[in-house]
């Protein structure tokens, strides 16, 4: 691979982390009442999408258009990123891409749900930026 290929590499990653650390940073104002949990929980899966999205680029995989956190873990697990399998609970964060941003006649959210998928996105926030460190 060319160096000028693997400049454009790594500045994609970084895109991809710039925009999960602010998804995730409006997520950190989870007990803001004046911020809806639809909300906090819709930038919780974000931020969790798309620093598993900067693994994948890293590695130069292919994905689809999804939102799907588990599809994204298995590609990542697949990629050779080790302990992917570990955060198979934060699958339940793909509600959140989706349904949650819009009113529906499913449940709303609540602010312990929200919470909760909150814990859910930083421990992976923290697991794909450690993969991107060892990376480096």
Do not use: N
């Amino acid at each position: 691979m060319s160096d000028e290929h693997d400049e454009v590499v790594q500045k994609l990653v970084a895109e991809w982390v710039r925009r999960a650390h602010a998804d995730m940073t409006v997520a950190t104002f989870v007990d803001d009442d004046r911020l809806a949990p639809e909300i906090i929980a819709f930038h919780a899966q974000q931020a969790a999408e798309k620093m598993l999205k900067a693994l994948l680029v890293l590695r130069q995989v292919d994905f689809p258009r999804t939102h799907s956190i588990g599809a994204l873990l298995a590609l990542c697990g697949e990629a050779g990123f080790l302990g992917a399998q570990e955060f198979a609970e934060a699958s339940s964060l793909t509600r959140y891409a989706v349904a949650a941003r819009y009113p529906s006649e499913e449940e709303p959210v609540s602010r312990q749900e929200a919470k909760d998928a909150v814990t859910l996105a930083a421990q992976v926030f923290v697991w794909t930026f450690t993969q991107l460190s060892a990376s480096e």
